[in-house]
């Protein structure tokens, strides 16, 4: 049995093998502390390098978080459009068949158009690939993304010159200027590589700062005379979306793919669109002019956002969610099309972060973030006790939905690293070593306010107080406010 097993603690510990992971809790470097409270509590607060979370990170604290960030997308529960489920809309064909009736009315009208809502699929057909393999996706975007949001217009409430174009019902689509301004615009934004590999299945794929997602939807010509589709245009819809954890506004991209087209009265359609924002935030700039839709020609609206939080408050936080929407025209049909929308996750912003109190940044609230561990890497101890404690069951796994959640409260942080780790003269340090816990301390899941059970370990000091900088540095990279879930990785 280890020293780091003794002492009454063990009893709530989850047995000898468990291990405790103090990574941001309690990176002790070797410390004997006293009998004397006052003297014991330094101490304390020497071993965790994290104990005060109001204290900013140093820039080694931030790049060892980091480096320590996994990566990776996962899928985002369904997303909804303003409220309704993605996919065939109950109401659609009924509401198709009215605009044909009433086009019906209209003296020498021929055509009129139905656009579908957002289609699920399974797996992309050979013109669906077709389309997606003329998109040069980078395998990070990261660099572009902050660049992007760096040049952010900074318009407040005004829009870009470039503007959707609303057509009233009895006009036709825009001739060439409006192409012309398109070409003009900056090109679109290239979305990761994961995004595109993901295929066609209605679902966001979302990392902390950023997400993506592939969609298939048509528009059909309808002759207003017999009621049947004559010519139709099917496409797939690229959405992307990325933010920073240092900025208030946040950016969005539809870009529109055609994958095959059939029949009369399509030739010529053109797409445009606009964007709004429902929740704390607004849209600052939308551009979405008219743009030909074919195969070699990709429409695609640009959009940002700000957060409309009070800033000036201390510890604000909400979220908004951005919903871009477009028509089609066409010289031969009537009117245009119905709107077609498209909305992204949830974004949270916030000046609430410990550390950066006066910093605004934007997350994907539904994005769990996750810190990752090597066995292999510079904290071996600290991962392999981590590793251990999660074999007992304790919370915290990757890959799981037992999550551990922030805990920022600095007295209730020392009480949780007290219990499972108390002074020298209860539980002895042997040199070298210093005690870790799992789960932190700075979770509502340690020693004091978790479950009651937790794991314990003399690990090696350095090690110890490093994997501690990097988780600090973590929860500042990732955004992750008091009450956030979080998983660890052990690689």
């Known amino acids: 049995m280890t020293l780091g097993l003794l002492g009454s603690h063990l009893g709530l510990a989850h047995a000898a093998g468990e291990p405790d992971t103090g990574v941001d809790t309690s990176p002790t470097p070797g410390v004997t502390l006293t009998d004397d409270p006052v003297a014991d509590e330094a101490s304390l607060e020497s071993e965790a390098e994290d104990g005060d979370p109001d204290a900013a990170p140093s820039a080694e604290e931030l790049a060892l978080g980091a480096d320590s960030t996994a990566g990776g997308a996962e899928a985002a529960p369904e997303t ?28 020498g009208a021929q055509l009129a158009s139905c656009a579908s809502a957002l289609e699920p699929a399974v ?165 979405f002019p008219a743009q030909t839709i074919s195969k070699g020609a990709e429409p695609y609206g640009q959009f940002f956002m700000d957060t409309t939080i009070n800033t000036a408050a201390a510890k604000q936080r909400g979220t908004g969610r951005s919903v871009a929407s477009w028509t089609f025209s066409n010289p031969e049909w009537v009117a245009p099309s119905e709107p077609t929308r498209h909305s992204t996750v949830d974004v949270r912003c916030d000046n609430a972060l410990p550390g950066a109190s006066n910093q605004v940044g934007c997350v994907n609230l539904q994005a769990v973030p996750v810190i990752s561990y090597s066995l292999t890497g510079p904290w071996p101890e600290v991962a392999q006790h981590i590793k251990d404690a999660q074999a007992t069951g304790l919370p915290g796994k990757y890959g799981t939905t037992n999550y551990l959640t922030r805990l920022t409260d600095r007295k209730k942080i020392r009480e949780n690293r007290g219990k499972a780790c108390p002074s020298a003269a209860i539980l002895p340090r042997p040199p070298g070593k210093s005690c870790d816990e799992y789960p932190f301390a700075s979770t509502w899941q340690g020693a004091k306010y978790g479950s009651g059970e937790f794991s314990r370990r003399m690990v090696n000091a350095k090690q110890n107080t490093d994997a501690g900088k990097a988780l600090k540095g973590f929860y500042t990279y990732s955004r992750v406010l008091e009450g956030d879930r979080f998983l660890v990785w052990i690689r």
Request: proline share 4%.
């Open 123 to 287: 797996e992309l057909n050979a013109d669906e690939e077709a389309a997606l393999a003329h998109i040069e996706s980078p395998t990070d975007t990261s660099e572009a993304e902050s660049a992007v949001l760096a040049g952010a217009p900074d318009t407040g409430e005004a829009q870009s010159q470039a503007v959707v174009q609303d057509f009233p019902s009895e006009t036709v689509s825009p001739a060439a200027p409006a192409d012309a301004a398109a070409a003009a615009r900056a090109k679109p934004w290239k979305e990761p590589k994961w995004c595109i590999d993901a295929g066609v299945d209605s679902t966001w794929y979302i990392e902390r700062m950023r997400g993506c997602g592939i969609w298939r939807a048509e528009v059909n010509a309808v002759d207003v005379r017999t009621g049947r589709k004559v010519g139709g245009i099917k496409y797939l819809v690229v959405g992307y979306s990325f933010s920073a954890r240092d900025s208030k506004t946040w950016a969005y991209q539809v870009r529109l793919l055609e994958s095959s087209r059939w029949g009369r009265g399509v030739n010529g359609t053109k797409a445009s669109g606009s964007a709004s924002c429902v929740g704390k935030c607004k849209v600052v700039n939308k551009n």
């Open 80 to 107: 909804a459009e303003d409220g309704e489920r993605v996919g065939l809309q109950a109401g659609r064909k009924a509401a198709c068949d009215e605009r044909v009736k009433d086009a019906a009315q209209i003296p």
